[in-house]
């Protein structure tokens, strides 16, 4: 059963292209203790390559001790110890109680504290209020894993996140490792030793959350591990998504996330799981106002915005989906199918309406529906009237399933080398035509290595051809819902596309500064905003091309800049505080004459006068008109640090909200991906008898402005180039107008 019940810097990116998939993985640091230090760090300083903590001990230990470990009646702590003397024994491992005024637990002698234990641990259980005061007498005894159940930390504000700070460098200085707080007991459920195949492997904040995936195991998918990461004052996410994708009984990671700890881990974490062809399918809450809010009292992290979350996810090849239902069918349908042998997806039904119906949302949701060939309709009407369509989708008008033709039309379709996929929606129960068809869809998935899915429609779930003929199979996908079963298989296709071309970004990602930075950081100005000349010269330092400008100070200077420059010209007023010209009408344009640049000049300094606005001159520039407006900038996300947006520009640039989003590093792909994702696409091919941009140029901007964000780093807040003017095809791209805001 498959189912549920429910990126190079360039400096030429023209000539730039991304290698084929097969570079081994960067240097994997196994640790037992606290993070090895990574030498390999980009031109930031920031590390390139996750670590993989070695967590093997803590999820299968010699020997564990719970720390409060009590058989009182009626006490919680009491239940926790009974079930962590059950686990120990399932895994094998020595279990030693550990309480002040107690000799016995559950029959199992009891020592009187951490000192007195008779045998290194690896594992440490913390059933105590307050586990601070534990660390120091933990690391004394090389204690190398803890948890702590422990509540009243950063999920309750202020003072709780300044005792898990003190936790969080506690266990730092001890070289311990570190679940929760406010974390519980999913890390030690029972998981079932006999099922088989690839595993899910369970990461969530939220246990509860996680409760849906665990019921998995009773329709026969296979979990390997949960770890519920709680508050994540030392272990998080991107350490258990680092070691699951490393171990090989491992098919898929599944995980719900409320809020991420460090940006950059997480990257590298999805990044090691990428390299290893590992899908990572998420729930991240927060995509609301309200989420984000709830999110945060949660757990106590930062959330982080969400269309940088989201569009980070997606760079790195991380699967988002929206609830429960749809995490378990895509996780499970990942972790088991194996490769496709093609993209095309064919619909098989006995009903035309029902095939209708699913092709229409499978078509939306941008799955491949290819027209079958003449010669392979003209082979499945042998078996199928004459009087259906069998393009695809293909409708066998009902009774050929019920005979020794059903299986033949199943055979045939799967024989197609255009199919990969083979998804049959059975609605309802129509026994015994249905049972008839779900065992031909059993057996000949046993004999392909194409995908055979099927959505059994019936809310009521205990029919024996659902129950135990779909539910039997390890090779059909078995789904109960129209949409989980195209969400999923969306999820399989790109998922296997995304690997199967995939070179990790940090591979290439710039280690040296470039020769442009000293130009860069001499015209930056600690805390202060650039005018638009000075921010246009930070741009002129990293390659990018600025229009013909001079900074004048009067209208004679302005009228001999004009023939410079060339007719037509474009005057603005600039200075440091003026963010938008436009506005304010200090920006005018295709000046023809010297007597207009003369009574311009005098016009715009007299409104900058009017409105109080001290000048540090006015800027007249090369007049550029035939283009694509875009823009180019750089922000800075709380979680994930600089990132670079691209999209449509000009002065609708926040009415459109037209953009794409990136985190470095990224390679050309991306930015080219990036292009993809805009709404707005289209007008760079050129529409109305506009000739179609350069969009390499504009590829590289993107590319040059993101190497300004690595190497300036936290020195630059905010780079906004806007319009950026993207010429015809040839031509290159024109930065008109910048913004940057130092730190």
């Known amino acids: ?148 159940f422990a509540s009243g930390f950063a999920e309750t504000g202020a003072e709780g996140a300044a005792a898990q700070a003190r936790l969080s460098a506690a266990v730092r200085r001890a070289g311990l490792r570190l679940l929760g707080p406010n974390t519980n007991l999913n890390a030690f459920e029972e998981f079932r030793e006999d099922l088989e195949g690839p595993a899910i492997a369970l990461i969530t904040q939220s246990g509860h959350q996680g409760r849906p995936v665990f019921t998995l195991q009773e329709l026969g998918i296979r979990l390997s591990h949960w770890a519920p990461t709680g508050n994540e004052a030392d272990l998080e996410t991107a350490d258990f998504i680092s070691y699951f994708a490393s171990r090989p009984e491992v098919g898929a990671i599944a995980m719900y996330v409320e809020g991420l700890k460090d940006g950059r881990s997480f990257l590298l974490a999805a990044d090691r799981a990428a390299r290893a062809k590992v899908p990572v399918v998420a729930v991240k809450v927060g995509r609301t106002e309200t989420g984000a809010r709830t999110a945060a009292s949660h757990t106590g992290k930062l959330t982080g915005s969400d269309t940088v979350v989201d569009a980070a996810m997606r760079q790195f090849g991380v699967i988002r989906v929206d609830g429960l239902d749809e995490l378990q069918d895509t996780a499970a349908l990942l972790a088991r199918a194996r490769p496709p042998r093609a993209e095309g997806v064919v619909v098989y039904s006995i009903s035309g309406g029902t095939g209708a119906h699913f092709s229409d949302l499978a078509t939306a949701a941008g799955l491949p529906l290819p027209t079958l060939s003449p010669e392979k309709q003209a082979e499945l009407h042998q078996w199928i009237p004459g009087d259906l369509s069998v393009a695809n989708p293909v409708d066998n008008g009902g009774h050929p399933v019920g005979d020794w033709r059903g299986r033949k039309i199943i055979d045939a379709i799967l024989a197609d080398p255009s199919v990969g996929v083979l998804i049959c929606p059975i609605t309802g129960p129509f026994p015994p035509m249905s049972d008839k068809l779900a065992q031909d869809l059993v057996d000949a998935a046993e004999h392909t290595d194409k995908l055979v899915c099927v959505v059994w429609g019936s809310p009521v779930g205990t029919e024996p051809a659902y129950r135990t003929t779909l539910l039997g199979s390890s090779r059909v996908a078995t789904f109960r819902t129209f949409a989980n079963c195209i969400t999923a298989v969306r999820a399989y296709l790109d998922h296997h596309r995304f690997t199967a071309s995939y070179r990790s970004p940090f591979d290439d990602a710039p280690r040296t500064p470039s020769p442009s930075v000293r130009k860069a950081q001499a015209l930056l100005r600690p805390g202060e905003r650039l005018s638009e000349h000075a921010a246009k010269q930070l741009l002129r330092a990293y390659g990018i091309r600025v229009p013909r400008e001079q900074l004048v100070t009067s209208a004679a200077a302005a009228v001999r800049a004009a023939g410079l420059v060339g007719y037509p010209v474009v005057m603005k007023a600039s200075a440091p505080q003026l963010a938008h010209k436009t506005e304010l009408g200090l920006v005018r344009l295709g000046l023809t004459s010297a007597s207009q640049v003369r009574d311009t000049y005098r016009d715009l300094t007299d409104i900058a006068r009017y409105e109080g606005v001290e000048l540090d001159g006015v800027l007249v520039c090369q007049m550029v008109e035939r283009g694509v407006e875009m823009v180019v900038g750089v922000t800075h996300d709380s979680l994930f640090g600089p990132t670079v947006t691209v999209g449509l520009g000009g002065v609708l640039v ?89 730190r």
């Open 654 to 742: 926040e009415v459109l909200r037209d953009t794409a989003v990136r985190v470095p590093p990224f390679g050309e792909d991306q930015a080219r991906a990036m292009l993809t994702e805009l709404r707005g696409r289209a007008l760079l091919d050129g529409v109305r008898g506009m000739p179609p941009a350069d969009v390499d140029a504009l590829v590289e901007v993107v590319l040059r402005v993101q190497r300004m964000a690595l190497e300036l780093g936290d020195d630059l807040a905010e780079l906004d180039v806007n319009p950026l003017m993207v010429l015809p095809r040839g031509q290159g791209a024109v930065a008109l107008d910048a913004l940057a805001v130092c």
């Open 1 to 148: 059963m498959l189912g549920s019940t429910h990126g190079t810097l360039t400096t030429n990116s023209r000539h730039a292209r991304v290698a084929a998939c097969g570079r081994p993985p960067g240097p994997a640091v196994h640790v037992h203790g606290r993070s090895a230090a990574v030498e390999d760090v980009d031109v930031s300083g920031r590390p390139l390559h996750s670590t993989v903590p070695d967590l093997d001990r803590f999820f299968r230990p010699e020997s564990v001790a719970v720390i409060g470990a009590s058989d009182a009646e009626g006490r919680p702590n009491s239940g926790i110890t009974r079930q962590l003397i059950a686990w120990a024994e399932r895994v094998g491992a020595r279990l030693h109680p550990v309480h002040p005024s107690r000799p016995a637990v559950f029959g199992l002698p009891c020592v009187p504290s951490v000192a007195d234990l008779p045998e290194p641990v690896d594992l440490a259980v913390l059933l105590v209020r307050d586990p601070l005061p534990l660390v120091e007498e933990l690391a004394s005894a090389k204690v190398k894993f803890a948890v702590a």
